[in-house]
């Protein structure tokens, strides 16, 4: 496709170069991914005038183009280059004081030992974790927190109670009997009895 460009050095619509194609070994089907990856690569340029896309490409644009990507490759192993000199001498600096030598094969021994030996005490501290006092008080915390919402609840559904018996007394037996099907009365009942003995003056009227 660039062989059109180069040998006609104008411009063409992509209709044109569908036709074009071809000649040169390239589909019609195909003409349109291939001019756009040439445009992509910077090898071919594109312009829309009014309402059309122009697409043209000249000798030494793909001159400018290999330049660049010379340029830019040259640059980038210059600088591989010296990133490489850094690591070469920080790898120098890091050998100095770590010869092989007994002190430091002992020095080596100790630090894994110690290692070890904290590891050991890592696994018996997590083994103990559930006596932790922190542990244990937020526990307690989450406890209370759970106890006041059961609390919250028990009297919210009694106040519920309360206002449909007196909203609703002719309908008194049928509610007493669907509380009593839905488990609703042994259900405050155990909450009352796990919140003793703040609550045991609801339990009482339940009861009752």
Known sequence: MLQIFYESQDFF???ELEKMGPKKGV???SVKDVVQSLVDDD???KDKIGTSVYFWSLPSCAGNQLR???NKLESDLSNSKSRYIELVEQRDNLKR???DSEEREAALKELKAIELHHKKLKEELAAY???DPSALEAMKDAIDVAHSAANR???NIFTLQQWCSTTFPQAKEQLEHMYREVGCVLLLALLCLQCL???SYTLHILVE
């Open 27 to 29: 589909i019609s089907q």
């Open 153 to 155: 609840w028990t009297d």
């Open 43 to 45: 090898l071919v340029l």
């Open 197 to 199: 003995p703040r609550h």
């Open 97 to 99: 004081g770590r010869e």
């Open 13 to 15: 619509l992509l209709k």
């Open 129 to 131: 974790a559930d006596s």
């Open 68 to 70: 660049n990507t010379y």
